[in-house]
């Protein structure tokens, strides 16, 4: 049997996180909950107990004073499963006692073992809540029950603080402006809408499309038939009245929005309410159902109170423009701030049809948009025979096999989950590629080769750099043989300029050449030509 510790070790024993009183020495721990020096460590000792530790602190409540009371209901509230006994303290005289049971009930009821309780104590607690804000004197208790109200209420909740909206204390107009954002997008959920992406906008509008940097060109060249400018790394903007399933055309696109106008004048946060409310037709032409929305301050962190006043701004002048985070069909992009700042509605709800063909996948295999670049860097010619020797999940192959003018596909890896991850994607995409488990330094196809096209590995996930340059080197001198005389190469590579010299060796000059973003670090993509003589 354990000793019981005196007030002082206990004292001390709380403060560790790992300790656990045990149940002779539960009421003990509970009186802790007075001092204002061991009342924190108390509750969370308490908490670690459990079910036990929330009965301990429930029997010391009928005698307890304050501050005591009060600190007995938060600890109690730690502990799922006792709701019931925190509705009671919804009557006590104590004012902390009574908030701190206020801000406890702003959670979902849940059962003893964590799990959500069923039946009517979710509406019971909503309606005892809204009862208490008639009763309740305090403005700060009032603050706790709307916020609470705007976590767990419904029907009731919405009618009680909708009739506060115009509250005397700006506080507490902030805090019902805020429950009322939530309740309201939660009611709304119910009916779902969804993106027209075959909508036409009523006029050409503003394009900005977003691609890896360094891949400004190829993108340019895919938009061509557009006049597409670059205005930044990785940023080209077009300007068409396009519907939003032809602007998924572009395929070396990582992204695209319209931009919005945005007013020259008023604070930050005006001028995305401005730019968001004047952008309510377009979401309209654009959205079946409901429009719901979602606001993305890009490199300037949340901004949680700033997104919930554009938001109640918004919902005042345009109702029909629900914002709600989780289940949106639009994202409003805020970029940069003052002068410079842009704003930019993304289709966040329209599903990418690009490449659904991607039902495999292996490490470091390129991603779709890489592939649909190097496909157009390496340009089109009649009667194509392609290889890939590093071919991965095959997404190369196949983008080159979108653009057309393919003969014959072959592809090649040392991996064997590689090929089937291949064969299963090149299968999804309706494409027919002979694929092989090969060394690139080794073996090559049946037959003369017009266009290798491949996304070697670059030493960061599956080999060690210091074996890049020898495989290099065998690959290029395996290359060229398979290569016809008016052949070409297409590939990324971490060597940069020790690739050309190695190609350079092997009668390939390059005839284009530049650094790409991989996502944390750069690769250079490169485009050969067997030279003549």
Request: proline content about 6%; some cysteine.
């Amino acid at each position: 049997m354990s000793k019981v510790r005196s007030e002082r070790d206990l004292r001390e024993a709380v403060r560790d996180r790992s300790f656990v009183p045990a149940r002779a020495e539960l009421p003990a721990v509970v009186q802790l909950l007075g001092s204002d020096e061991d009342a924190d460590a108390a509750e969370r000792a308490l908490a670690r107990a459990g079910d036990a530790g929330a009965r301990a602190a429930i029997a010391a409540f009928e005698d307890a004073r304050p501050p005591l009371r009060g600190r007995i209901v938060k600890t109690v509230a730690r502990v799922p499963g006792f709701e019931r006994w925190l509705l009671d303290r919804l009557d006590d005289e104590d004012g902390k006692t009574r908030r701190n049971a206020i801000v406890a009930l702003g959670r979902r009821p849940e059962g003893p073992a964590g799990t959500p309780t069923e039946g009517d104590l979710g509406a019971e607690i909503e309606e005892r809540l809204a009862a208490s804000w008639s009763q309740e004197p305090r403005v700060e208790h009032r603050r706790s029950i709307a916020a609470s109200l705007g976590k767990i209420g419904d029907a009731r909740a919405l009618e009680v603080l909708r009739a506060a909206r115009d509250a005397e204390d700006p506080e507490l107009r902030r805090i019902v402006g805020e429950a009322l954002v939530k309740l309201e997008r939660t009611a709304a959920r119910e009916e779902r809408g969804a993106i027209d992406v075959a909508a036409v906008p009523s006029q050409p509008l503003l394009v900005r499309f977003r691609c890896r940097r360094g891949l400004e060109e190829v993108l340019e060249e895919e938009l061509d038939e557009l006049s597409p400018s670059v205005v930044g790394p990785g940023v080209i903007e077009a300007r068409a009245a396009l519907s939003i399933a032809s602007l998924y055309r572009a395929r070396t696109a990582l992204s695209f929005g319209w931009v919005l106008p945005v007013p020259s004048r008023g604070t930050v946060e005006e001028r995305v309410e401005e730019a968001i409310v004047a952008a309510a037709p377009l979401l309209r032409r654009h959205t079946i159902g409901p429009i719901t929305w979602r606001l993305d301050w890009i490199g300037a962190g949340h901004r949680r109170a700033a997104t919930f006043r554009v938001a109640r701004g918004v919902s005042a002048r345009r109702p029909e423009l629900r914002n709600d985070p989780t289940a949106s069909l639009w994202e409003i992009a805020v970029i940069g701030a003052d002068d410079g700042m842009s704003v930019e509605a993304h289709p966040k709800g329209a599903a990418d049809p690009r490449f659904t063909y991607r039902v495999a996948d292996v490490p470091a295999s390129s991603h779709p948009t890489i592939a649909a670049a190097l496909a157009r860097a390496s340009g089109v010619r009649r009667d194509e025979v392609v290889w890939d020797p590093f071919v991965g999940a095959g997404a190369e192959l196949i983008e080159r096999a979108r653009l057309g003018a393919c003969r014959a596909l072959y592809g090649s890896d040392l991996d064997p989950r590689a090929i089937e991850a291949a064969r299963a994607n090149v299968a999804a995409a309706g494409v027919s590629a002979v694929l092989a488990v090969s060394d690139a330094r080794e073996s090559r196809p049946p037959e003369p080769v017009s266009l290798v096209i491949t996304n070697p590995p670059m030493g960061r996930r599956v080999l060690d750099r210091r074996a890049l340059e020898p495989l290099f080197e065998g690959v290029f001198a395996n290359v060229r043989a398979a290569l016809r005389r008016d052949g070409r190469v297409v590939l990324l590579s971490p060597l940069f300029g020790r690739s050309v010299e190695m190609a350079a060796r092997h009668d390939l000059r390059v005839v284009r050449r530049g650094a790409v973003d991989l996502g944390g670090f750069d690769a250079e993509l490169q485009v050969f030509e067997v030279r003549r003589r």
